[in-house]
């Protein structure tokens, strides 16, 4: 999976993004697994783009 979303496809509103966050937080119990992460990271950049703002990237 690449590290930033398509920039082609639809953007999905920065309120369905956050649910998926919401949700990926609740089903790993708030301690990401390195997958996790790498989606975390993935719906955070999404996030930022639907809802207009820039997200850096962890280091």
Do not use: C
């Amino acid at each position: 999976m690449p590290p930033y979303p398509n920039t082609s496809a639809r953007v999905r509103p920065a309120s369905v993004v956050n649910e998926a966050i919401r949700d990926l937080w609740q089903r790993s119990g708030g301690l990401l697994s390195p997958d996790d992460e790498t989606e975390y990271q993935r719906l955070l950049v999404e996030w930022a783009a639907a809802a207009g703002t820039s997200v850096r990237p962890a280091a």
